[in-house]
């Protein structure tokens, strides 16, 4: 190989002397006085007809230009949609529906949004609905942008939230460009997430558009939520549309049908075992969505004088309310002989304790005897394949209904059936509110143990962000159990937007992704400080998100919990070494993030943010969070940068 450079490299030398030689020859030649060689004539231009046929060119153009299109059409159609927003990264595919959504639709309802990343733009969407209580729309270009969305779109499947998905397609067999778009194009557009959505079409008329899209968004968000997909043909897109066919097409009205609401009888009976009780128990798992829901659980908590475990899948509970028992759910549940579970992701867990050793074992965590209630629709969507509806438990009444709008109907049926043990039901009352006033008390007791711990540990953290923003109209907009859940531990949170629950499907990213989304939903609602706390794992699946907010302009405090590592992770393979009786010490191969360190506040700067960090000293800790939070009320994105403890 190496001869054969030389080679080449001698040839192409050779050549470039004989061409220098015959320019000299030639300038001689002429100085010498000798008659000039007659220059060679110019070929003629190629005629118009040969430039077509050398370039493959229609000899009759086609025409260029239209007024209107089957994608404007298909945006009169999404404007009747209650849609503020369409989160997308840039794709081919749906050229044709992008450019009349910003010039003929004037990028209004929905607003276009651009993200670097598919996964960014349906988990954007994702946190934005659990804050606005309402879809809102993401489309991903072809087959590759909804291979790159799957996760995201996993999710919100898990965790029961509506998204309107749109993908596309280059359409027609006869009407694909060899290459890209053959490779970009679907027979079946949602084949690849159809297991975790919850309706699709693929329509291939205008009017089945109309139709199939209105149908989508009542779908959507019919209890239970989750997303739905419409794949929007290339060649209906791009078609000119005449006044003819226009006036042919129609926009159906939109949907919305009430939710399910538990049967009277059913009621009746849940209520005379709740007040026969001795000892009740309410579990709250994914249930409220809207502040009435948290008002109408305190409530029947109160009608019952019960105490509720809120599992924090939802903001359920208010931390504050002497009835909110978190703190103590393992031993609640062991006493209760009778519990009341609504929208329970996994009764079967609430109820049981599987250990994680070499021979799995579970033992249960309730009485055997112990009544239960489950009142949910987690059973209207149920598939094969995904395993996200956990382990088959029985309950002594299953009602299948929609939680928040069956408990109205349940708090005037307890209130019937209580008269005679009203007496009983206070004084259990004030057993629980002592025992309340200790779960404050040893919240903060804990809190105190690693207040000067470096690296800087999670009740630092929440205590100095209070002190800064306790007079704010703050919102947590990620879960963050890894932290020690100190937000909800010293916090006071009282209202259904001030923490939007867990991912549903426990993937890596969501964090960022949701946290963007329900920023903007918070921006929108206006006055708000939108706070994130994001693990360095998350927040390096989708670092983009922070380009996206300083672009649109969305304000919010992402706060990095860096401890440098998928910590997670790390305990896993502590967790087996130990098992496997090797010893710890390689445990931080392929689980660390280290050497180098990551400057996650260079990269928030780069793209466009607000970077503070790295911040290792815990006196340092309050003079950044003032920073962030000044610049984030200023109408900025801020990341801080916080080394902090692995857990707590």
Not at 172 to 195: C, I, K, L, N, Y
Not at 296 to 314: C, G, M, S, T, Y
Not at 317 to 346: F, K
Not at 531 to 541: L, Q, R, W
Request: hydrophobic content about 40%; proline content about 5%.
């Amino acid at each position: 190989m190496a001869d054969t450079g030389k080679l080449d490299r001698r040839g192409f030398l050779k050549g470039a002397v004989i061409a220098s030689g015959a320019s000299i020859a030639v300038e001689a030649h002429a100085q010498s006085g000798a008659p000039a060689q007659p220059k060679a004539a110019k070929a003629p231009l190629p005629t118009a007809a040969q430039h077509a046929a050398e370039n493959d060119t229609p000899s009759e153009l086609a025409p260029l230009t239209t007024t209107k299109t089957g994608s404007d059409f298909m945006v009169d159609v999404c404007k009747t949609l209650n849609l503020d927003y369409m989160a997308s990264c840039p794709g081919s595919t749906f050229r044709g529906l992008q450019e009349s959504f910003i010039n003929y639709g004037q990028n209004k309802k929905p607003e276009w949004l651009t993200c670097l990343h598919e996964e960014v733009s349906v988990g954007m969407a994702h946190g934005y609905a659990k804050v606005a209580g309402k879809p809102m729309a993401a489309m991903m270009h072809g087959t590759v942008g909804t291979q790159h969305a799957a996760m995201a779109i996993f999710n919100a499947w898990c965790d029961r939230v509506p998204i309107m998905l749109f993908t596309a397609s280059a359409g027609p067999v006869e009407d694909r460009r060899p290459g890209v778009e053959w490779m970009h194009s679907v027979q079946d557009g949602a084949a690849t997430v159809r297991d975790f959505i919850k309706w699709d079409d693929y329509p291939w008329s205008l009017q089945s558009f109309a139709e199939s899209t209105a149908r989508a968004y009542s779908l959507a968000t019919a209890q239970p939520p989750a997303p739905v997909l419409i794949t929007a043909d290339g060649k209906l897109q791009e078609m000119p549309l005449d006044a003819k066919a226009s006036e042919k097409l129609t926009i159906p009205k939109l949907n919305i049908g009430t939710q399910t609401v538990a049967d009277p009888n059913a009621l009746r009976d849940v209520a005379r075992m709740l007040v026969a009780a001795q000892n009740p128990v309410i579990i709250a798992d994914r249930y409220a969505r809207s502040q009435a829901g948290m008002d109408n659980l305190v409530k029947l908590a109160e009608a019952l004088q019960a105490p509720v475990i809120d599992l924090q899948n939802r903001m359920n509970m208010p931390t504050t309310h002497y009835l909110c028992h978190s703190a103590r759910s393992a031993a609640l549940v062991g006493q209760a002989d009778c519990i009341l579970s609504l929208e329970p992701v996994d009764l079967y867990g609430q109820l049981n304790r599987v250990t994680d050793q070499l021979e799995r074992t579970s033992r249960r965590k309730a009485k055997a005897d112990v009544k239960i209630i489950s009142i949910s629709t987690h059973d209207l969507m149920v598939r094969a394949n995904y395993q996200d509806f956990q382990r088959y438990s029985a309950a002594d009444i299953s009602i299948t209904a929609d939680a928040e709008a069956t408990l109205p109907f349940l708090i005037e049926a307890v209130l019937k059936e209580s008269g005679a043990r009203r007496s009983d039901f206070e004084a259990r009352g004030q057993k629980l509110r002592e025992a309340y006033k200790g779960i404050a008390d040893r919240a903060r007791a804990d809190a105190a143990i690693t207040f000067d711990s470096t690296p800087i540990s999670g009740a630092r953290l929440f205590a100095e962000l209070w002190n800064i923003v306790k007079n704010d109209d703050w919102a947590f907009l990620t879960s963050n159990n890894y932290v020690g859940n100190w937000q909800h531990r010293l916090w006071p949170m009282e209202k259904h937007y001030q923490y939007i629950g867990s991912s549903g499907g426990s993937g890596v990213g969501y964090e960022p992704v949701a946290a963007l989304g329900a920023a903007l939903a918070h921006r929108d609602a206006g006055g708000r400080l939108p706070i994130a706390v994001i693990g360095d794992g998350n927040f390096n699946m989708a670092p983009t998100t922070l380009w996206t907010a300083a672009h649109h302009k969305i304000p919010y405090l992402a706060i990095i919990q860096n401890n440098r590592a998928y910590h997670q992770e790390v305990m896993h393979i502590q967790r087996m070494a130990n098992r496997h009786n090797r010893g710890v010490e390689n445990a931080v191969i392929g689980t660390t993030i280290t050497d180098p360190n990551i400057d996650y506040a260079k990269l928030a700067q780069g793209y466009g943010a607000v970077g503070i960090g790295p911040i290792t000293d815990p006196k340092d800790l309050a003079d950044a969070l003032k920073k962030g939070v000044a610049a984030v009320k200023a109408g900025e994105p801020v990341l801080i940068d916080i080394v902090m403890q692995p857990r707590g």
